[in-house]
């Protein structure tokens, strides 16, 4: 898809408070789970060959896979979804996709997405639906140490059942670890602004709202976090809101009951916020990112929670 093409898919969708996503399953005839279409550069039969980097069974990659002169490690979903971080050596081997037929292909979404490109082996991939953002709920007992911590909201399928959105982030973050010790080593090098306002922060993955409370907080700024947008506007638009009080906002795009987009729209449409800097913060990737925040309103687009981004994006826009 060409970076044209995805701009005005995106701004499009998020313009009439739509979603995109993709509903795949980790077993036959088993629960259906889906991950935004914008986050999948495409999905493949894969026969090729695997090549092991590791023979350790609690490990979440399967091996490197090479297609079109391209080498990626490959993550098999349904090993990850019996992960617990409490316990990272326990054996995994058992957990994986189970083939119908050990010689059929392996079906792999190829995910791209936190500047990382990645595998993710799966059963089988269903089909796309369309979303309103107001049709997709909250997952319950999310940031709880269990499986559900692994999804971030629901939605339902053609049929009513039920269709569970994973926490991909949380993938990315579980399976490489050391993108966490990377953001440690740059959260060494920020130093503290001497800001009085505070910043309201949305985003529905508790892997990236814990990380960017360590962020704000390293940088000794006074934030307000929120789960989702909805909440977020509900915040500012509540009469004991004091806005004056308030010198930016940084936001995801995707997140249920109302997306960063919703976010964007009805604060800068009003003569009482239009005046607060946004700040997308979003884990897709590519050169179309900057162009895409310029057609949503946003002052800015940054990668996914990275430290320095963050810092530079509250000197040059917040409010004092």
């Known amino acids: 898809m060409s970076n044209l093409k995805q701009v005005d898919q995106v701004t499009s969708l998020h313009k009439n408070n739509e979603m995109q996503i993709l ?26 060959d695997i090549t092991i980097v590791n023979h350790d069974s609690s490990n979440l990659v399967e091996g490197l896979m090479t297609m079109r002169d391209m080498t990626i490690p490959l993550v098999d979903m349904r090993k990850w979804f019996h992960y617990r ?25 190829i995910c791209d997405f936190s500047r990382y490109t990645i595998g993710v082996r799966i059963y089988e991939a269903d089909r796309i639906m369309s979303k309103r953002w107001t049709d997709i709920e909250q997952s319950s007992g999310i ?9 971030v909201s629901r939605t ?12 991909i982030e949380k993938m990315l973050t579980d399976v490489f670890p050391w993108i966490e010790l990377e953001k440690e080593d740059e959260l060494n090098t920020l130093n503290r602004i001497d800001k009085e306002k505070k910043i309201l922060f949305a985003d529905d993955s508790p892997t990236v709202v814990r990380t960017m409370k360590h962020i704000l907080d390293t940088l000794g700024v006074r934030h307000k976090d929120f789960p989702n947008g ?30 960063g987009f919703e976010v964007l729209k009805q604060s800068k449409n009003n003569p009482a916020t239009r005046h607060i800097p946004i700040v997308v913060n979003s884990s897709m990737s590519g050169s ?5 925040a310029r057609s949503l309103l946003a002052d800015d687009f940054i990668s996914k929670s990275n430290p320095t981004e963050v810092e530079q994006a509250i000197k040059n826009f917040m409010l004092d």
């Open 23 to 48: 509903c795949f399953r980790l077993e036959k005839d088993n629960n259906l789970y889906a991950v935004n279409v914008f986050k999948i550069r495409e999905v493949v039969k894969y026969r090729g």
């Open 85 to 109: 971080s409490d316990n990272p050596g326990a054996d995994l081997s058992k957990f994986g996709v189970i083939k119908d037929n050990p010689n059929d292909d392996d079906i792999v979404m």
């Open 143 to 151: 940031g709880n140490p269990t499986q559900n911590s692994k999804l």
């Open 156 to 167: 339902r399928y053609f049929d009513g059942s039920l269709v569970q959105i994973v926490d």
């Open 230 to 259: 909805k909440e977020l506007l509900n915040y500012i638009f509540n009469p004991d809101c004091d806005i004056d009080d308030v010198g930016l906002i940084i936001t995801d795009l995707e997140m249920p009951e109302a997306s």
């Open 288 to 292: 179309s990112n900057e162009q895409m």
